[in-house]
């Protein structure tokens, strides 16, 4: 988590939180995040109740 918060230039409490789900992911982070997590994390896991409101274009994908 720390070289993700490192990364992205935030606290790992921040990054922490998300993880946890006490916090929702800012949409504008996901993009970033899974860039920095070579897919690895993913937008429809980061924001599993609204992805397909905001990316439409990932309701084809598996």
């Known amino acids: 988590m ?3 918060a490192q ?3 935030l ?3 921040v990054v922490s ?3 946890a789900g006490t916090r929702p992911v800012p ?3 996901c993009v970033e995040i899974e860039e920095l997590t070579g897919g690895g994390v ?3 896991q980061l924001r599993p109740d609204d992805w397909w ?3 439409p274009e ?3 994908e598996g």
């Open 58 to 60: 990932l309701r084809g």
């Open 11 to 13: 606290p790992v409490q």
């Open 7 to 9: 990364k992205l230039g």
């Open 2 to 4: 720390t070289p993700l």
């Open 53 to 55: 409101q905001i990316w």
């Open 17 to 19: 939180g998300w993880a």
């Open 42 to 44: 993913t937008r429809k």
């Open 27 to 29: 949409i504008i982070r």
